[in-house]
């Protein structure tokens, strides 16, 4: 699976059944903890929705702000586990 694909899936997955507005457009260097659009409970789904969709496990701790308030950090973690 590559990189703009990946992307894609993130990006709506956020959008339509995180911050529940499927017409947000969310861009690839935007805060969403930092900036209000997730909690720490929707990064705990986020990381459900990872290991579903990709196959891909990400321990509670990378689940952080720190390492996954951008969808370039996300991309990023997932393609690192993917690349392996």
């Known amino acids: 699976m590559d990189e703009k694909t990946i ?3 993130i990006r709506t997955f956020i959008t339509r059944e995180l ?3 499927g017409e947000y457009d969310l861009a690839d260097d935007e805060g969403i903890i930092t900036g209000g659009l997730m909690d720490s409970f929707a990064l705990a789904e ?3 929705f990872v ?3 990709f196959n891909v496990y990400i ?3 990378d689940l952080t702000v720190a390492k996954m308030d ?3 950090q996300m991309v990023a973690r997932i393609l690192q586990d993917l690349n392996e």
Do not use: C, M, S, Y
Request: charged residues 50%; negative net charge; aromatic residues 6%.
């Open 51 to 53: 290991e579903d969709e």
């Open 70 to 72: 951008t969808l370039d």
């Open 19 to 21: 911050i529940r507005d």
């Open 46 to 48: 986020f990381g459900v």
């Open 59 to 61: 321990p509670d701790a």
């Open 7 to 9: 992307r894609q899936k």
